[in-house]
Structure formats: structure tokens, C-alpha cells
């Protein structure tokens, strides 16, 4: 049995030596792909030019900026923790919405807002204009059939034009 | 010499402009029509003018005239003469000057009309012309003078100034600055005079809503009298629209044309007052109602139109098209808030005699419908505002600067844009007055039937989203309800005077220009929406560095890069010009050229792509213009674009439809009307 105690250390140094290296090589940091630099980027606006993405911003200080985003990307952030991390260093402008919070609420309640009560009061004068069935019945003639009321429609509406 | 002739004639177009206001409102106060006809004459003279100014500005450009300072920051002596004469309005003094050229050819123009009939509106149509006018000029004058020149003062420093400052010399560089690299496009060339033809034209209804309501004729004398002018202003908007997007996928390096940009956005807005204007003056014409709403759409229009202007003048919100910025953001906003409160006022004093004649008879109405219309286009506008102007109010409050961007628009106009295109689809079906679920399904079976062949034939194509497959079916059932409108009324009055049904097609669009151009404009917009969703929704996009020889593949492509040369042109560019091959599913289809041009003289430096276009899609090259360019390697952002070109062509279409509407009739204007009494009875003739 002692003739096989020799191998035990070989086999020790071995294990060691694989789990080291599989461990390295899931350390390894991951080299992003320009399209995955370009897919965070365009999320972000150029921190110091008025408007203009991330991705397709040309001056040197975005390059830079793109740079950074490979950058955490190999180091393992998602896209929300690099958007986060922007949003920490240089202000709420980077980000394409402004985040729900406070004031900036007011960005996205207000339109539909208005356009519900632009609904509403639309409904209320419809009713309010509406001449009852009644008296709509009596106004309206009977509905023809449909090859001659469109005739008839289109030629009264040619003639009020 | 050529300066102090541009400089004297907008000093005394501005004098004009003071005098014709002074003896319209003088005129009508005293009742002495000789008073009104000089402001007339007075503002005919305007239009010469101001064209003398513009004829000395643009020769001081073409020629190089770089003392004058504005000649020196927009042109240089390598740029070509159509690009030095089109510098006119490339820069904010110029641009001004420009806006002031049109408009006094627009107020010219409608001084030149019959007056006889409608005497009353010419005053105060010559006093909202020439307070218009009149502002301008004086931002001319006071801020944004082209002709100013530049003089080196005795301490070495240049400044701009009209005349000479003590002691100083006149300075003349021996180069200028040179016109924006971005703006050296044919589609920026025409781009801007489409859109201030557009902005200045809505200025005309505007002063004769305003002159209705100040002399109290309220029936619907004034809309139809500005109803065509409303058209083209609208046309004049669409095409300038549809150019500026043209131009942002030629030059800007997306690989798309709109990006929700609050210069864009700030031409969009007057775009959709104006759209809901033009659809709801129909309803009064046709039914006597809506007279408030009107006011209030064209008061906004008319707004929105300065408002623009100012947006893209004033730097207040920078973004890529803000080119100029200077100091008259005071000026414009003290302006847009003056006359809105001042046209609002008049409006409120008038509203009682601004009481609908008849009453909604049906939900299903087509003018029920137009109405529901109006409310989608103006749920786009508070959007489209909002979202500009909340950036600078989250700065006025909180101090932190906030972008709102497309992903915002985006989501909150999608749903609008599909309601709207449905009603486009509903409402040319419904009758004026009266319509009920029964005869609007009768009329409207046919074409949904035929529409849902789009999504089926989209589903068996591989299309699984269901965002596109709906989008696919409105496109269908809007395209299907005009066409189906195309051929019944053809079909009926082919019938009744036993006409071919081509001849009869022709004549019942030449009786009812409006009514067929719209139904063109709405197969317009139908092939426009075709090409959004593709763009927006299957559009892909890579980028990489690749060595000469190397290849990158996008979808069914390849490209390879083949070459690169570098060289000096003779407008004074240094390009990098890529070659390369583009297969298509292996085969060989064509050579692309992308490049990236550095400007010497403005140290900018722009990409332009090389595109492969085909009724399917664009493949779409750039050069990465941040990263060397070498013939041992490249960096090249590809695009594929499905479907892209349906929106040049629905544009093309649109503006097709828009012509038609637009056109002259042969109608006389005393067909329109045979009697108005005062007190809002409406008494029209037709």
C-alpha cells in the first residue's frame, strides 16, 4: 500500500493547481464587446453636450466616458449599477428619463392627466350638445341603402364644400 | 456701402412697420378708410425693402466680405457660392433676417388680395402682420444685426458694431470660421426655409382670427378665407419636417432620423396645432360649431410658431441643432407671453358671440370623431411641451438639471399614435351629423376584412410582436378605408353620369380637392407608419474594429473592408474614404463608401454613411469618426433599417396629398358668402 503513497501528493498538488486555475479563469475579467459598451451607452446622455447619447456622442471626453462603461462592465456591473453609478458622479442629466421621484413625477402624471380631462369634458359637451333620441329620430330620416345614402351623402357633402 | 444699404432699409422697413400699425389703428378709430389704405401701402413697400437687405446680405456672403462679422462666422472662402448664399440663413442674425424677408412676402401677398368684401378684417390684419414683423425687426436691430462689422479698437480688442467706434479701424480677417459642418447638406439647405415658410404662413390665419375677433365678425368668414393659407403653412411644415429628418439619417450618425431633440420637437408642436386646426375648422364650416376651439388652436398655433423659433434662437435649451445662442430668449418669451394673453383676452371678450349653431347629434358623428382627433393631437402636444420645458423647470426648482429623451416620448405618444391612426381608419367613414354603430360597421366590414390579411401575412412571415403585427393591421385598415373610399365615390358617380370610372375617379377628386387630398395625405401617412415600425421596431446595429480585409456581419449582410484613402479636397476637407464590398446572404450586391470628413477651417469634423437602400431595408455604414482611421484598421458602426424608405416615400405621398388639398380652386370667394350680419349669425351662402 505504501507504494502508492507517493502519488498522493502529486494528486494534492494537482487538485491544488486545477482549483487555483479554474478559479483564475473565472476571475479573468471579461473583455466587453463594443455593442455591449453601445447598448449601456445609449441609456446614458453625454454628461457635458446638451442631448446627445452616449453611444454616438464624438468628443473626447464621451470616449473617455464609453471607457468607463467597458470598463465596470468587465468588472462585472449590470447595466442598472453603471446607469446608478453615472447618476451618482455626475448628476439625474445622464439618465434618458428622469428617475420617479419628487418633482420629476410631475413629468409623468401630467400629460395623461391632461389628456383625461381633455377625454372628460370631450364626453361632458357630447352630452351636454347631444339632441335627445327624440328628437334626433324626427331630424334623421330613415337610413337608405347603402350604395345610394353614400351617393347622397357624397354629393350633399360635395355641395356644402 | 452694400452694408449701410442692408442696415438703412431695415431701419426704415421697421419705420413701415411702426406707421402702418399707427395708421390702421388710427384709420379704423376714425373711420377714415384713407388712413387704412396708406398702412397698406405702406406695408406693400415693406416687402421691396427688406429684399434690397437681404439682396446686400447675400452678396456680402458670396463675395466674402469678412469685415462684416456675421459673413465671417458663417462662411469661408473655401466653401462653394451656393453654400456661401444659403449662409444667409445658416446663422442667427441671418436667420432672422430671413424669417423677416418671408413674412413681409406673406403680409405682401395677402395685401394684394380683393379687400372690397371684407374690409373691415384689413386693419388689424395689417397690425398683427406688422407687430410680427415689427418684433423681429427689432431683434434685428437691437441684438442680431448681420450687418454689423468688426472694428479693432484702439486696445486691440475686435468687436462687432454697426458704425465705428472711436478711434477704431476697420478689422478684416483673412478667412471666416466657415459654416457648420452639420448644417453643409442639401437637406439642411432647403430644410429651414421650409419650416419658417410653414412658421411665417400660420401667422396669416392667426392675424385674421384675431382681426374676427377684434371687429366681432365671428361667423366662419375668416377660416375660409385662410383656409388654404392654413394648408400650405401645414405643407410648408410637413415638408420642412420630413427634410430635417432626412437630413438628421443623412449627417448625424444614428442610423435614425428623429431623436425627440427639443429643437425638433419645437417645429413638431406647431406641426400638431396646426394638423388639429386644419381637420377642426371642417367642423365649423360644415356644422357651425367648434368656433372657441378653433380660436384657441390657432392663438396656440401661432404661439407655438414663435415659440419655436425662439427655442432654436435662443440657446435657452442647447441641444444638437442649437447652433446660435445668443441673448434674445428675454425678448421672445416677453413676446409669445404678451400677444397669447392679449389674444386669449380677446377671445374671452368675444366668447359669447362664439356660440356654436348646431348641436352633436351622434357619437359616431364625423364630427365626433374629428373632435376626439383634436383631443390625441393636442395629448401629443402637453407631451411633447411638457417634456421640453420640464427639463428647465426641474432647474428653476430644484436646482438639478434632468434629460428627458426619447424613451419618455416614446411610451407616452406610442398608444396616442395608435388611436389616432384607428380613427383614421373610422372617421372618413362616418356621415356629418348623424352616424350610428350599425351604418359605420356596414361601410367598414369590407376593409377590415380585407386589412387583417396584414398581420396573417406578418404572423406567417416570422413577425411575433405584437406591437408590430397591431401597427401592420391599423397601416392595412387606414389604407384599405381610403382606398374603399377612392373607389365607391368613383364607383357611385360613375354610375350616375355613366362615366368611366378613372374619369369619374378624376373628377370627383377635382370637385373636392381637400377631401381627396386628405384621403392622400391619410395613404401617406399609412406608408410613413410602415417605415417607423420598421426602423423602430427591427432595427439592429453593431460595432466593431476590424483590419483591412476583415468583415462584419449583420443579419442577412456582410461587409468587408476592402480600402481607405486619405486626402485634402479643394473646399479645404481632409476625408477618409473607406471601400467596402456589402454581400447580401453571400452575394455580392455593391460597394459602399463610407467617410469621415475633417473641416480645417472650423476644426469639425462630420461622417457621412454609405447606405445601401432598397424598398426592404438600408444597410447603413459609418465610420466611427473617435477612433483612428487607418488602411490597417477601422472602426465601422453598421446599421441594418428595415422598411426605412416607405418613410421618404410616405412623405413623399404626404406632400403629394397636401398639394392636392391645398390647391387652388376655381371657386370665386363671393360663392362663399352672400351675407354676414353682426352678432354670430352665421350666413353663409353655401
Known amino acids: 500500500m505504501k507504494r502508492w503513497l507517493w502519488i498522493l501528493p502529486i494528486l494534492l498538488i494537482a487538485l491544488t493547481f486545477g482549483v487555483v486555475t479554474a478559479q483564475a479563469q473565472s476571475g479573468t475579467p471579461h473583455t466587453p464587446t463594443d455593442d455591449e459598451v453601445n447598448a449601456v451607452a445609449g441609456q446614458l446622455y453625454c454628461p457635458v453636450c446638451e442631448n446627445i447619447p452616449l453611444d454616438v456622442c464624438g468628443t473626447q471626453a464621451c470616449a473617455q466616458w464609453r471607457d468607463l462603461v467597458r470598463e465596470k462592465l468587465s468588472q462585472g456591473y449590470t447595466a442598472d449599477e453603471i446607469k446608478a453609478y453615472f447618476a451618482e458622479q455626475y448628476g439625474d442629466r445622464v439618465l434618458a428619463e428622469p428617475p420617479r421621484r419628487g418633482l420629476n413625477w410631475l413629468v409623468y402624471i401630467l400629460p395623461p392627466a391632461f389628456i383625461l380631462a381633455g377625454l372628460f369634458i370631450l364626453f361632458q359637451a357630447f352630452r351636454t350638445w347631444r339632441i335627445p333620441e327624440a328628437e334626433q329620430a324626427q331630424a334623421s330620416p330613415p337610413v337608405p341603402e347603402v350604395g345610394d345614402e353614400y351617393l347622397r351623402r357624397l354629393e350633399e357633402e360635395l355641395k356644402k364644400r | 456701402m452694400l452694408v449701410n444699404l442692408g442696415y438703412g432699409a431695415v431701419f426704415i ?26 398702412a397698406r401701402n405702406a406695408m406693400l413697400l415693406i416687402f421691396p425693402l427688406l429684399s434690397l437687405a437681404a439682396l446686400s446680405l447675400v452678396i456680402q456672403l458670396v463675395t466674402s466680405h469678412f469685415e462684416v462679422a456675421f459673413v465671417a462666422e458663417v462662411t469661408s472662402r473655401a466653401m462653394p457660392t451656393y453654400l456661401k448664399a444659403t449662409a444667409w440663413w445658416g446663422g442667427q442674425a441671418g436667420s432672422l433676417l430671413f424669417w423677416a424677408w418671408l413674412m413681409s412676402a406673406f403680409t405682401s401677398a395677402v395685401t394684394l388680395r380683393k379687400w372690397e368684401r371684407d374690409r373691415e378684417f384689413l386693419p388689424w390684419v395689417i397690425v398683427v402682420g406688422m407687430v410680427t414683423l415689427g418684433f423681429f425687426l427689432f431683434l434685428i436691430l ?23 467706434p472711436q478711434g477704431a479701424t476697420l478689422f478684416i480677417p483673412r478667412d471666416g470660421n466657415g459654416l457648420n459642418p452639420l448644417l453643409r447638406h442639401p437637406g439642411m439647405i432647403i430644410h429651414p426655409p421650409m419650416l419658417y415658410l410653414g412658421f411665417v404662413a400660420f401667422v396669416i390665419p392667426y392675424a385674421f382670427a384675431i382681426a374676427a375677433l377684434i371687429t366681432g365678425r365671428t361667423d ?43 429643437v425638433e420637437i419645437s417645429a413638431f408642436m406647431p406641426w400638431l396645432s396646426g394638423t388639429a386646426f386644419v381637420h377642426s375648422v371642417m367642423i365649423q364650416e360644415k356644422r357651425g360649431m367648434l368656433k372657441h376651439w378653433n380660436m384657441i388652436l390657432i392663438i396656440t398655433t401661432y404661439a407655438l410658431v414663435i415659440f419655436g423659433t425662439f427655442l432654436t434662437r435662443s440657446g435657452v435649451l442647447s441641444s444638437v441643432h442649437a447652433f446660435a445662442q445668443s441673448e434674445i430668449g428675454p425678448a421672445f418669451f416677453l413676446f409669445i407671453g404678451l400677444t397669447f394673453l392679449a389674444s386669449m383676452s380677446l377671445l374671452f371678450w368675444r366668447w359669447n358671440s362664439l356660440k356654436a349653431n348646431n348641436q352633436m347629434t351622434s357619437f359616431l358623428s364625423r364630427e365626433a370623431l374629428f373632435m376626439l382627433n383634436n383631443v390625441v ?11 421640453v420645458i420640464f427639463p428647465l423647470i426641474s432647474e428653476l426648482v430644484t436646482g438639478q438639471k434632468v434629460t428627458v429623451g426619447p424613451p419618455f416620448y416614446e411610451r407616452a405618444t406610442a398608444p396616442l399614435f395608435v388611436v389616432m391612426l384607428l380613427l383614421m381608419g373610422i372617421a372618413p367613414l362616418s ?42 393591421w391599423l397601416a392595412a385598415f387606414v389604407a384599405a378605408v381610403t382606398l374603399y373610399e377612392f373607389w365607391r365615390g368613383a364607383q357611385a358617380r360613375s354610375r350616375r353620369h355613366a362615366e368611366p370610372l378613372p374619369v369619374a375617379l378624376w373628377k370627383l377628386a377635382g370637385r373636392n380637392r381637400r377631401r381627396y387630398g386628405g384621403y392622400l395625405i391619410h395613404l401617406g401617412v399609412v406608408l410613413m407608419s410602415i417605415g417607423i415600425i420598421g426602423i423602430e421596431v427591427f432595427q439592429t446595429e453593431t460595432q466593431r474594429t476590424i483590419p483591412q480585409g476583415g468583415e462584419i456581419t449583420l443579419g442577412a449582410y456582410t461587409m468587408k473592408y476592402d480600402s481607405l484613402a486619405i486626402f ?52 447603413y455604414v459609418l465610420l466611427v469618426d473617435w477612433l483612428p482611421v487607418t488602411a490597417e484598421g477601422a472602426t465601422f458602426k453598421v446599421f441594418h433599417n428595415p422598411l426605412v424608405n416607405w418613410v421618404w416615400f410616405g412623405g413623399l405621398v404626404f406632400i403629394l396629398g397636401t398639394l392636392v388639398a391645398a390647391w387652388p380652386e376655381r371657386e370665386t370667394e363671393s360663392a362663399a358668402v352672400t351675407a354676414w350680419q353682426p352678432g354670430g349669425v352665421h350666413a353663409t351662402g353655401d
Open chain 2, 431 to 472: 356621415a356629418w351629423r348623424h352616424s350610428t354603430a350599425k351604418t359605420l360597421g356596414r361601410a367598414m366590414w369590407k376593409p377590415f376584412v380585407v386589412s387583417l390579411l396584414a398581420p396573417i401575412l406578418a404572423f406567417a412571415g416570422g413577425i411575433r410582436l405584437w406591437a408590430a403585427l397591431l401597427t401592420f
Open chain 2, 13 to 38: 422697413t421697421a419705420l413701415l412697420c411702426l406707421y402702418s400699425i399707427g395708421a390702421a389703428v388710427y384709420g379704423v378709430q376714425r373711420k377714415q378708410a384713407v388712413w387704412v389704405d396708406s
Open chain 2, 568 to 619: 485634402d479636397t479643394a473646399d479645404n476637407r481632409n476625408a477618409a474614404r473607406a471601400v467596402v464590398s456589402v454581400y447580401k446572404n453571400g452575394e455580392y450586391v455593391g460597394e459602399l463608401h463610407p467617410r469621415r470628413d475633417f473641416f480645417y477651417d472650423s476644426q469639425q469634423s462630420m461622417t457621412i454613411p454609405g447606405v445601401r437602400s432598397t424598398w426592404e431595408d438600408d444597410f
Open chain 2, 220 to 262: 366662419d368668414r375668416w377660416i375660409r378665407l385662410t383656409r388654404r393659407w392654413a394648408l400650405w403653412a401645414w405643407l410648408f411644415l410637413s415638408l420642412g419636417l420630413i427634410l430635417g429628418a432626412r437630413w438628421a439619417y443623412d449627417v448625424l450618425g444614428w442610423g435614425g432620423y428623429w431623436g425627440w431633440d427639443p
Open chain 2, 377 to 387: 393631437f393636442m395629448g401629443i402636444l402637453v407631451i411633447c411641451f411638457w417634456g
Open chain 2, 142 to 164: 437691437a441684438f442680431e444685426n448681420p450687418f454689423a462689422r468688426l472694428w479693432a479698437l484702439p486696445s486691440g480688442r475686435v468687436e462687432a458694431h454697426m458704425f465705428a
